[in-house]
């Protein structure tokens, strides 16, 4: 019992440990974003890394979720002779919360895991201490850009994945339903709300792109300099950014009502 | 020095002379690249003072630090060069960092670095299209390319044919000669050592033996002269003598680096 209790504060004290060292990692990044010079070379190729390389992952995605949205939508509506509701059905979901969500936890699989292998694998080649005898700052140089790509992609690729399942529910509803297609854009657009519901899509989208941002690059610039650190990095951006977006997604909605 | 629960080396206190070559050796597993990881301020011991041309570095800020980095250049063992750049561009890049060289001028620095190391054609491959003994020479090549004044091998000669090492060490001598670079060598290359070194720090699990070659090649501890005779399958503990501690013990206590 005693053990238990011992091992239980021992991983709460990591988590505080990890949480305060991720915090000035933080402070960090944001030193570096704001000293010259701003590497926008560096930060134009990890927007295409991040961003155009995860194109065709979130727009056929965001196709098939709108089509599954389309058809489940569709068939429940129908029941209740509500089906010209199908466009608000379909809008508001991919809007308020499976556009940000899907998009980040796909972004997470894709374009996290790949940075932190990236950081993770210079730290296991000395790449990164290569840099520091240099008199270069790897945070500068090297996770910042990261860091900052992976925020400004975030509510691209989101507004992407909405239109994108936007279209995949229309196709479904009137190209195979028979729904009437002015009937599916009027309902969408009398539901949706730009200020409420957009904009709120992408603050939570930019968010979303903070938080794995943040934790792909400290995992991957934290790992241990070995093939396994490399790995146990990869894994851990993974779960935890995929967590930490799931229950952050339920908090960002209780209390902004975004 | 200690990394976790394992202590690397306890109250090592040696020199290395200022325009000097110093060669590291010791055992696997003895501390010697930790040595040139303390010089570079990579890694910070316990306790204890660590003088680079007289100013102190235990402790420093990073932002410090990178100012003390510009006197020193390091050759990794593993060569730590960027793998997404290129070899010229590798060598260019702490160029195109520090200084204000046009292109050209950078282009002819490397191109005159590449040809010093006998790599003249390779500056369009990438790190991970060159063979170990050529990674080597790139990475001796970029660590020399801003002219430091203190430059650390980190095991120069390892992985290269006879060819290349007796080029290496000709090259390494003439910086020496020619610029007065203090040289901070880790070896396991005996001969090349023996030929270049005006100075000799052997790590030894009881201690650390400091001198000059001839001085060490003479030395009354058996320990000292089968290491460096390289007898195979030295068993340290079988030689040595629990009532008597190895003189060579006795060799050290010089303060900091000089």
């Given at each position: 019992?005693?053990?238990?209790?011992?091992?239980?504060?021992?991983?709460?004290?990591?988590?505080?440990?990890?949480?305060?060292?991720?915090?000035?990692?933080?402070?960090?990044?944001?030193?570096?974003?704001?000293?010259?010079?701003?590497?926008c070379?560096?930060?134009?190729?990890?927007?295409?890394?991040?961003?155009?390389?995860?194109?065709?992952?979130?727009?056929?995605?965001?196709?098939?979720?709108?089509?599954?949205?389309?058809?489940?939508?569709?068939?429940?509506?129908?029941?209740?002779?509500?089906?010209?509701?199908?466009?608000?059905?379909?809008?508001?979901?991919?809007?308020?919360?499976?556009?940000?969500?899907?998009?980040?936890?796909?972004?997470?699989?894709?374009?996290?895991s790949?940075?932190?292998?990236?950081?993770?694998?210079?730290?296991?080649?000395?790449?990164l201490?290569?840099l520091?005898?240099?008199?270069?700052?790897?945070?500068?140089l090297?996770?910042?850009p990261?860091?900052?790509?992976?925020?400004?992609v975030?509510?691209?690729?989101?507004?992407?994945?909405?239109?994108?399942?936007?279209?995949?529910g229309?196709?479904?509803?009137?190209?195979?339903?028979?729904?009437?297609?002015?009937?599916?854009?009027?309902?969408?657009?009398?539901?949706?709300?730009?200020?409420?519901?957009?904009?709120?899509?992408?603050?939570?989208?930019?968010?979303?792109?903070?938080?794995?941002?943040?934790?792909?690059?400290?995992?991957g610039?934290?790992?241990?300099p070995?093939?396994?650190?490399?790995?146990?990095?990869?894994?851990?951006?993974?779960?935890?950014?995929?967590?930490?977006?799931?229950?952050?997604?339920?908090?960002i909605?209780?209390?902004?009502?975004? | 020095?200690?990394?976790?629960s394992?202590?690397?080396?306890?109250?090592?206190?040696c020199?290395?002379?200022?325009?000097?070559i110093?060669?590291?050796?010791?055992?696997?597993?003895?501390?010697?690249?930790?040595?040139?990881?303390?010089?570079?301020?990579?890694v910070?011991?316990r306790?204890?003072?660590?003088?680079?041309?007289?100013?102190?570095?235990?402790?420093?800020?990073?932002?410090?630090?990178?100012?003390?980095?510009?006197?020193?250049?390091?050759?990794?063992?593993?060569?730590?060069?960027?793998?997404?750049?290129?070899?010229?561009?590798?060598?260019?890049f702490?160029?195109r960092?520090?200084?204000?060289l046009?292109?050209?001028?950078?282009?002819?620095?490397v191109?005159?670095?590449?040809?010093?190391?006998?790599?003249?054609?390779?500056?369009?491959?990438?790190?991970?299209?060159l063979?170990?003994?050529?990674?080597?020479?790139?990475?001796?090549a970029?660590?020399?390319?801003?002219?430091?004044?203190?430059?650390?091998?980190?095991e120069?000669?390892?992985?290269?044919?006879?060819?290349?090492?007796?080029?290496?060490?000709?090259?390494?001598?003439?910086?020496?000669?020619?610029?007065?670079?203090?040289?901070?060598?880790?070896?396991?290359?005996?001969?090349?050592?023996?030929?270049m070194?005006?100075?000799?720090?052997?790590?030894?699990?009881?201690?650390?033996?400091e001198?000059?070659?001839?001085?060490?090649?003479a030395?009354?501890?058996?320990?000292?002269?089968?290491?460096?005779?390289?007898?195979p399958?030295?068993?340290?503990?079988?030689?040595?003598?629990?009532?008597?501690?190895?003189?060579?013990?006795?060799?050290?206590?010089?303060?900091?680096?000089?």
């Amino acid at each position: 019992m005693r053990r238990a209790i011992e091992d239980l504060g021992f991983l709460a004290l990591r988590f505080v440990d990890d949480l305060g060292k991720l915090a000035l990692f933080t402070l960090r990044i944001l030193a570096a974003r704001f000293t010259p010079p701003l590497r926008c070379g560096a930060f134009v190729t990890e927007l295409f890394k991040l961003g155009v390389l995860s194109l065709i992952i979130i727009c056929v995605s965001g196709m098939a979720v709108g089509m599954v949205l389309g058809l489940q939508g569709y068939n429940t509506l129908v029941r209740f002779g509500a089906e010209q509701s199908l466009g608000a059905v379909v809008g508001l979901s991919l809007i308020r919360e499976l556009g940000p969500v899907l998009t980040a936890l796909l972004t997470t699989g894709r374009a996290g895991s790949a940075t932190a292998a990236e950081i993770g694998s210079m730290v296991a080649t000395e790449q990164l201490d290569g840099l520091r005898m240099m008199s270069i700052n790897p945070v500068h140089l090297v996770v910042t850009p990261k860091a900052s790509a992976m925020i400004a992609v975030m509510p691209l690729l989101s507004a992407l994945f909405i239109v994108c399942g936007l279209f995949g529910g229309y196709a479904v509803g009137v190209g195979l339903m028979g729904l009437d297609g002015g009937t599916y854009m009027s309902s969408l657009q009398s539901a949706v709300d730009f200020h409420d519901d957009v904009l709120g899509s992408l603050l939570k989208a930019l968010i979303f792109g903070v938080l794995i941002g943040l934790i792909s690059t400290y995992r991957g610039y934290t790992s241990a300099p070995t093939s396994e650190g490399v790995s146990a990095a990869t894994t851990s951006t993974v779960v935890i950014g995929s967590v930490s977006v799931l229950i952050f997604d339920y908090f960002i909605t209780a209390l902004w009502g975004v | 020095m200690a990394f976790g629960s394992r202590v690397v080396f306890d109250s090592l206190s040696c020199g290395f002379p200022r325009g000097k070559i110093s060669v590291i050796l010791g055992g696997s597993g003895s501390g010697k690249s930790t040595i040139l990881r303390l010089v570079g301020g990579l890694v910070q011991p316990r306790s204890g003072v660590i003088l680079v041309e007289g100013q102190d570095i235990v402790g420093l800020a990073e932002r410090r630090m990178y100012e003390v980095r510009r006197k020193l250049g390091m050759m990794f063992q593993g060569g730590a060069l960027l793998d997404s750049l290129t070899v010229f561009d590798n060598l260019a890049f702490p160029l195109r960092e520090h200084t204000r060289l046009t292109e050209t001028e950078v282009a002819a620095e490397v191109q005159n670095r590449l040809d010093a190391v006998g790599m003249s054609n390779v500056g369009d491959l990438l790190p991970g299209q060159l063979s170990g003994g050529m990674l080597k020479r790139a990475a001796l090549a970029r660590a020399i390319i801003r002219k430091p004044s203190i430059l650390l091998c980190d095991e120069p000669f390892s992985g290269l044919d006879p060819a290349s090492t007796k080029r290496i060490e000709r090259l390494l001598v003439r910086m020496n000669r020619d610029s007065s670079v203090t040289m901070l060598v880790v070896s396991h290359h005996i001969p090349s050592t023996m030929r270049m070194a005006d100075r000799v720090l052997l790590l030894l699990p009881q201690g650390a033996v400091e001198g000059q070659p001839q001085e060490l090649r003479a030395h009354a501890d058996p320990r000292v002269t089968a290491f460096l005779n390289e007898v195979p399958d030295l068993d340290a503990e079988s030689l040595e003598d629990p009532d008597e501690p190895p003189a060579g013990k006795a060799v050290r206590a010089r303060g900091g680096m000089r």
